[in-house]
Structure formats: C-alpha cells, structure tokens
C-alpha cells in the first residue's frame, strides 16, 4: 500500500462505529496497551448518512498510507491499479486488522484518518516499504456500502442450484437485485469490476467457484 509531508493536498482517498461528531476522535482498543488501539478522526461526515458499513458489508473506497514516523506516504489508491477505488469485504480479513477495525460504521461519502499501531498493521516483519513494528496512518474515504454477499442469508440466496458454491452469474444476480432495490442501478463494467475483484480475492483455489468454505460463512457465526 515517497516522502512528503504528512497530510498532502492532493489526496487519494479505503475504502466505517461510534457516533462522533465531525472532527472528533476516539480509540478502539484491541488489547488493554496503548499499542493496540486505532486512533479515528472523522474528517468528515455527509449530514444524511445512510448505512453505516457493518462485518459482511461490500465497500468500494479510495485511500493513503503514511508512515506515522516521518509522513512519508506508502500507498494512494489513485494511482494504484490504474486508480480504481478498491472493493472489499469488511470484516473477513481482506484488508489489514486495523482497516477493519477502522471502517466500522463509516457510510458512503464519509473520510476518516485511522492512526493504526503495527500490531494491527503490518506486524514485527513489516511490508514492502512499511518498516518493521511501524505505526501507519491511513486516510480513508468510503465510496459505497452495501449488503455484502458474505451473510449466510445471503449465501442461500446467490446460491441457486444449492450446490453450496457460487458462480458468477449468481453473485453478479445478486448485486444487481441490491443496488436496483437501492435505486441505484450500475451499468455492466461496473458489476463486472466487483466480480473481478470478489473472484480474486474469494475463489482461493481459483476454479471460477466461491465455496461456502471459501466465503467462511460455516467457520464465522456472522458470515
């Protein structure tokens, strides 16, 4: 996920639970040390806001990553894979801990800045030009929320033929029916764009087929 000062004017914006006012901050603790909290700081918050993003939520959000150290900046959504707003699924671990952690309860149009400590980052090892034991800060601004497909409601009901597998065709029925019944009706690149990113994050053994296993709704009491 180059050097700089902390907060550049240029943003690229990831893609969410406490009521807080604009500009307000609070910690989430994981563990009783100060070193296992994430420090939010809404930076801002649209007057009307809708679903607030919740474990199983489908996000779609930009954002950037600093190191908290020198401000020097790691990763901008912008302008990594050709700038497309990333897509992924709150609370299974497709984003690092304190992302997770972080996003809960944002909505649509809201940005934050998460102060995330290594533990709930990138660890003792460190990644790519992430240090070891390095507190990071990202700036996220959410894009979209929506029901995800990782409930197992929902399972049932992409899952079609009840083979206990899904394809594409039946998750992309699926997200077509929740953002139609949300009045927000998307073209195909658009649903063609989630599949990609669902699929490869989800289909671990890569046979074009999401198993029950592999979207861990039967090893996880809320998926």
Same mark, same amino acid.
């Given at each position: 996920m180059q050097? @700089?000062?902390?907060?550049?004017?240029?943003?690229?914006?990831? *893609?969410?639970? #406490?009521?807080s006012r604009l500009?307000?901050?609070?910690?989430? /603790?994981?563990?009783?040390?100060?070193?296992?909290?994430?420090? &939010?700081?809404?930076l801002f918050r649209p007057?009307?806001? =809708?679903?607030?993003?919740?474990? @199983?939520?489908? &996000?779609?959000a930009h954002y950037d990553g600093f190191l908290a150290k020198d401000g020097s900046q790691f990763y901008c959504s912008r302008s990594d894979k050709q700038g497309h707003p990333q897509w992924f699924v709150l609370g299974v671990g497709q984003i690092i801990k304190?992302?997770? &952690? =972080?996003?809960?309860e944002m909505c649509a149009g809201e940005r934050r800045k998460l102060t995330v400590p290594a533990a709930l980052a990138f660890g003792e090892a460190g990644k790519g030009p992430v240090p070891p034991n390095a507190t990071v800060v990202f700036e996220v601004e959410?894009? /979209?929320?929506?029901?995800?497909?990782?409930?197992?409601?929902?399972? @049932?009901?992409?899952? #079609?033929?009840?083979?206990? +597998?899904?394809?594409?065709?039946?998750?992309?029925?699926?997200?077509? *029916?929740e953002y139609e019944k949300g009045g927000k009706p998307r073209d195909e690149p658009f649903y063609?764009? &989630?599949?990609?990113?669902?699929?490869?994050?989800?289909?671990?053994?890569?046979? =074009?087929?999401? +198993?029950?296993k592999e979207y861990n709704i039967y090893e996880r009491d809320e998926l």
């Open positions: 050097s @700089g000062t902390m907060w550049k004017l240029v943003r690229c914006s990831v *893609l969410v639970v #406490l009521f500009g307000s901050c609070w910690s989430w /603790s994981g563990a009783d040390e100060p070193r296992d909290q994430v420090q &939010i700081e809404v007057e009307e806001c =809708g679903r607030r993003a919740q474990r @199983g939520d489908l &996000i779609n304190g992302l997770d &952690i =972080g996003i809960m959410v894009l /979209s929320v929506s029901k995800g497909p990782r409930t197992m409601e929902a399972f @049932g009901r992409m899952d #079609l033929d009840k083979d206990r +597998s899904l394809n594409k065709a039946e998750v992309k029925e699926y997200l077509k *029916l063609e764009k &989630i599949l990609a990113d669902i699929f490869r994050k989800s289909d671990h053994d890569q046979d =074009g087929l999401i +198993s029950a």
